[in-house]
């Protein structure tokens, strides 16, 4: 029965994996991250680069933000271990690697990852199965979020210390959830201990996106649709500052796919970086 339970992660979050792992296998160096762990976890075909959402020129711009995303969290983590913070929760965490990729930093941490309880199992067998295992200091936290569980209850019963501050990290989650569940979730970690920082990706509503990377996004949304976890929600920076304000966070600050591309691809002439106006990323602060 509870290998039935143990439910492969859904089609967005091993796409999101792969192409972390497209990044290292198809793009010159120097790499923005590191992480094949992903493809590993999911051992696809061998022909899995020849499918149509992983063709190296369609998928540019959309990889190109999945790992500046990645490399800008890993860098904030990296950051807020270096301050004392000693908690790392991972919301959605799906085939999140960092524990893995950065046992120096993950193991000085207490790291939570929050998922439903079938993917998280079968996440946790594979890790078993491919020698990593859970060390003392991984907490697996499984929410069923339909059958309206409490995650921050979940969590004080995983280990969490609520006195103490956290980073919170939620990506490619937001557009999945209505607004008020986003409101929600900004007042839950709004209430962590003072110190504590959230960083959330957000989708900016389609009409501003550059015509580079409309056409995918409109795909992506209809393909969210058919699938029956449509995108919900679209957030202006102006809004979801004001949210952020609004649901109790004492800072806010929006950074821009523009402030990654500088940082992380500067220099680059295959043309990789990621697009303006697509996902782009809020940091607040208790």
């Known amino acids: 029965m509870n290998d039935e339970r143990k439910i492969a992660p859904d089609s967005t979050a091993a796409r999101v994996a792969l192409w972390r792992a497209l990044?290292?296998?198809?793009?010159?160096?120097?790499?923005?991250?590191?992480?094949?762990?992903?493809?590993?976890?999911?051992?696809?075909?061998?022909?899995?680069?020849?499918?149509?959402?992983?063709?190296?020129?369609?998928?540019?711009?959309?990889?190109?933000?999945?790992?500046?995303?990645?490399?800008?969290?890993?860098d904030l983590v990296v950051e807020q271990a270096g301050q004392g913070v000693e908690q790392y929760v991972i919301l959605g965490a799906g085939l999140d690697s960092f524990a893995q990729r950065r046992p120096d930093i993950a193991s000085r941490l207490k790291v939570f990852e929050i998922?439903?309880?079938?993917?998280?199992?079968?996440?946790?067998?594979?890790?078993?199965?491919?020698?990593?295992?859970?060390?003392?200091?991984?907490?697996?936290?499984?929410?069923?979020?339909?059958?309206?569980?409490?995650?921050?209850?979940?969590?004080?019963?995983?280990?969490?210390?609520?006195?103490?501050?956290?980073?919170?990290?939620?990506?490619?989650?937001?557009?999945?959830?209505?607004?008020?569940?986003?409101?929600?979730?900004?007042?839950?970690?709004?209430?962590?201990?003072?110190?504590?920082?959230?960083?959330?990706?957000?989708?900016?509503?389609?009409?501003?996106?550059?015509?580079?990377?409309?056409?995918?996004?409109?795909?992506?949304a209809k393909g969210a649709q058919a699938s029956g976890t449509p995108f919900l929600s679209y957030f202006t920076p102006h809004e979801i500052l004001t949210l952020a304000r609004e649901t109790g966070f004492a800072q806010a600050r929006h950074v821009p796919a523009s402030d990654l591309a500088q940082r992380y691809f500067a220099n680059r002439e295959d043309g990789l970086r990621p697009p303006d106006n697509g996902e782009e990323l809020l940091v607040a602060s208790t």
Do not use: C
Request: aromatic share 8%.
């Open 23 to 74: 990044h290292v296998q198809a793009d010159p160096p120097p790499h923005v991250i590191e992480d094949e762990i992903g493809l590993r976890l999911l051992a696809p075909d061998p022909d899995w680069r020849s499918r149509g959402d992983m063709d190296l020129q369609f998928t540019l711009p959309f990889r190109a933000s999945i790992v500046a995303r990645a490399r800008y969290i890993d």
């Open 115 to 220: 998922d439903p309880p079938g993917p998280q199992a079968w996440k946790r067998q594979r890790l078993v199965e491919l020698g990593f295992g859970v060390p003392g200091w991984l907490h697996f936290v499984p929410v069923d979020f339909e059958a309206g569980e409490d995650w921050r209850a979940k969590l004080a019963t995983s280990g969490f210390d609520a006195g103490k501050p956290a980073i919170v990290v939620s990506t490619g989650v937001s557009m999945y959830l209505t607004k008020e569940a986003n409101a929600a979730t900004l007042r839950q970690v709004s209430a962590f201990a003072p110190g504590s920082t959230l960083a959330m990706t957000f989708l900016l509503p389609l009409e501003m996106a550059g015509p580079e990377v409309r056409p995918g996004l409109e795909m992506a």
